[in-house]
């Protein structure tokens, strides 16, 4: 009796580790046959790039001649924001004119910088409407009360705006 309740516990024990287990997602580009690092300076041009590689992951915003390899791996345990736990980016600088490799450059995710952003709201051009004004609704506008701008330049007349 007591072997049967302790090995029902242990296996109890194990269900619920194994339910806590980390579950891997690989996103981004998958090095299968080639790796970005493999890419030659001075010898390797955009088209033996995009063919050994493919298409890159994102190219620069403000030149199109930077081409980025990007892959990250994140895991998420249980009910937790995923992590990320591995990320390689792969820049690929090519030369204007002639389209040769000038730099290839490694960064990780040791090189990445933590930006804090800021939650709050912009506020928008206008006013808020006191408790006051909303209880009595459009008094507090002034579409009941008559209109003061009947001899304005601009106005047509009867316009209650």
């Not at 030659?40 to 298409?55: C, E, N, W, Y």
């Not at 009595?136 to 001899?151: A, F, H, S």
């Amino acid at each position: 009796m007591f072997r049967s309740v302790a090995f029902a516990a242990i296996a109890a024990g194990l269900m619920a580790t194994a339910a806590c287990a980390p579950i891997t997602t690989y996103s981004g580009f998958q090095a299968i046959d080639a790796n970005p690092k493999d890419v030659k300076v001075g010898t390797d041009t955009k088209s033996v790039v995009r063919g050994r590689l493919g298409s890159p992951s994102a190219t620069s915003t403000f030149d199109p001649n930077v081409w980025f390899y990007i892959d990250q791996v994140k895991e998420t345990v249980a009910f937790r924001m995923p992590k990320t736990t591995r990320r390689d980016v792969t820049a690929i600088a090519f030369n204007k004119d002639s389209e040769v490799v000038e730099s290839v450059s490694q960064y990780t995710l040791k090189d990445g910088k933590v930006i804090a952003f800021n939650d709050r709201e912009t506020p928008t051009r206008g006013r808020e409407l006191t408790i006051f004004e909303q209880l009595i609704g459009t008094v507090g506008r002034g579409t009941m009360l008559p209109n003061e701008d009947e001899g304005v330049p601009g106005s047509r007349p009867g316009d209650r705006r």
